[in-house]
């Protein structure tokens, strides 16, 4: 991969290179359809429901062809629930068949025993299982009712079978950042590697935002736990906003998106984010002229994005080398400039500008495939059981995506 612009005098680092843009993503994140047996509170793109447009095996299998082409290394597979589409392993095949590197999420529904056999037996594929809570109590809250036991089972057979180093998916909120050394214990017993990120007010995450992302002081305590041991700990470019508080954490500490990061959607929307699905950050679709390669090369957003940013009023703060600002996705969807701090500064600077965002004037997702029929108000989330919503499906593509599968019994 090489940097899509020359870089000028002074320009010598990585960070400064990636601001650039390169050739083809580092990352890239593909959400291979909306489905999902879940309703989690936080999906960043409201996932529940089939979209009829979905690209077909035969569109997945042409991107495939030019994200081999352009040397993209690996994709993070996504959703929804990837695992329910019926050609999920023929895709990961032909990927990795294709020197294309495949991680994808689940929720571990359909993590079998014979399924964790067949992907211990493979170089090319890691897991990652998501897991919001410890303990279910605090993960059923959020990820409905069973679905603890359901990572737990999905960890079990992954172990049993051999495979280590997958991977734990946490989403941090003020339920659980208490749960930290519980979360890392849990990765110790089925010797797989926990992985953090940060809750953003994306899809229904915007409805529980307040709600559910850290308290200040929770952000600190984040913080100082990973500086004391959090070396083997997977952050990716979650939490470079909390680098404000003095040492830089590992990572890219930089917004990729549009730069080396970006997100192909089922319908094969391009964009520039995973936790940015807004028509004002929508590139290009996979399904135009000239495909992928030229949405990543050459479309207007994502050379906006490779321009030189002015960082606005965080330039003046002493943490701005380090922070860069903080999350795109964040202050989009939170009402705040772009040119702002981030909602989340942890030196406070957002927080005079947050209170003079109007109540239901911030942007929301620009696409809504919740099962219920209408999206309801943001209402508390309770530690406790709370049971997945269900609505009555509206087309044959809404039923629930897992009728007539039956996981095996827990282990």
Not at 260 to 287: E, K, M, Q, S, T
Request: negative net charge.
């Amino acid at each position: 991969m090489t940097a899509l612009a020359t870089p000028g005098p002074g320009v010598g680092s990585l960070v400064d290179q990636f601001q650039l843009g390169l050739d083809a993503p580092i990352c890239l994140t593909w959400e291979l359809t909306y489905a999902c047996n879940l309703s989690c509170v936080h999906c960043l793109s409201s996932s529940g429901r089939r979209d009829p447009r979905e690209l077909s095996t035969a569109e997945c299998k042409a991107v495939i062809d030019e994200l081999e082409r352009m040397q993209v290394f690996y994709v993070n597979i996504g959703g929804g629930e990837p695992t329910v589409r019926p050609d999920f392993w023929e895709l990961v095949d032909y990927a990795t068949e294709h020197h294309v590197g495949v991680k994808f999420s689940t929720n571990g529904v359909k993590i079998t025993p014979e399924v964790a056999r067949r992907l211990a037996a493979s170089d090319y594929v890691d897991v990652q299982i998501s897991l919001d809570g410890a303990s279910a109590e605090v993960n059923d809250a959020v990820r409905g009712s069973g679905s603890y036991a359901t990572a737990l089972r999905a960890m079990h057979n992954l172990a049993d079978a051999g495979f280590t180093g997958f991977k734990i998916s946490v989403v941090m909120t003020r339920h659980n950042i208490a749960q930290l050394d519980e979360f890392q214990a849990i990765a110790d017993r089925f010797d797989a590697q926990l992985r953090i990120t940060r809750l953003r007010p994306s899809g229904r995450g915007a409805d529980v935002w307040d709600e559910l992302h850290p308290t200040a002081a929770q952000q600190r305590e984040l913080y100082d736990w990973l500086c004391a041991g959090g070396e083997q700990v997977l952050t990716g470019d979650s939490f470079f906003h909390l680098s404000g508080y003095g040492e830089a954490l590992p990572g890219l500490n930089l917004c990729g998106a549009g730069r080396v990061v970006c997100l192909i959607d089922p319908v094969g929307d391009d964009y520039a984010c995973p936790f940015a699905i807004h028509d004002n950050f929508l590139a290009g679709n996979v399904r135009d002229a000239g495909g992928f390669t030229t949405v990543w090369r050459e479309s207007e957003l994502f050379t906006e994005l490779r321009r030189p940013q002015s960082g606005g009023a965080c330039t003046s703060c002493s943490a701005f080398d380090s922070c860069r600002g903080g999350c795109m996705a964040a202050k989009f969807f939170t009402g705040l400039p772009l040119d702002g701090p981030d909602p989340e500064c942890v030196k406070g600077n957002a927080d005079a500008a947050l209170l003079d965002v109007a109540a239901g004037t911030a942007p929301k997702p620009s696409a809504d495939h919740s099962r219920a029929r209408s999206r309801p108000v943001p209402v508390p989330v309770s530690i406790g059981l709370r049971p997945v919503q269900r609505a009555a499906p509206e087309r044959a593509c809404d039923e629930n995506p897992l009728a007539g599968f039956a996981p095996s019994p827990a282990g």
